[in-house]
């Protein structure tokens, strides 16, 4: 008991479909799930074709093709409700998935409205004293670095102390969120 992880897990995930998403993103071929999401937590069915497994932070998500559509997206498991494996290979594959592929740095600050000393207690504990740290993450996952950071991206709204961090090229990343909200 001298060293404890204070991070609970919230994970239960399906070991089946762990091994399912597992052998389809080593064969190329797919499932046939229906996802539950916010918009529809009833669930709609639709084919995809996984790529990788990722956990991020508290939760498994997998990166994959979605037939219905048609673009590369992230899943979390928890909210497959149900499925069925496919034999039919890939319509595309990793190699094709541009933002799994593309890495952006993020430039980590202390956050700017914090005056000099409290500036250098963060630093010194979270970039062992240095001015910034500079994290390069897939595209495809960088917000979930900023949300498990939680790195404000917004200084009008972002503001200490519930935000100690600050992400310094959050203009220059609009593209990866709204700069303000982190959507996932």
Known sequence: DLLID??????SENPRL???LLYASRAGTGLSITYGSMQN??????AIFPHSLV???RRWHMRAWCDLRKEFRDFALGRVLSYTTLDQ????LRRQDADWNRFVNLKVVAHPEFGEEHQRLLRR??????ASMSLRVRKALASYVVQDLRLATDLKQ???PHFQLYL?????LRDLFSVGTISS
């Open 6 to 11: 204070a991070r609970p897990s919230l994970l």
């Open 41 to 46: 937590p009833g669930g709609i069915k639709r």
């Open 18 to 20: 762990f091994a399912d």
């Open 158 to 160: 972002d503001r200490p």
């Open 168 to 172: 310094e090229n959050a203009e220059s």
């Open 89 to 92: 290979p890939a319509p595309k």
């Open 125 to 130: 504990e979270y970039f062992a004293g240095k």
């Open 55 to 57: 956990r991020a932070p």
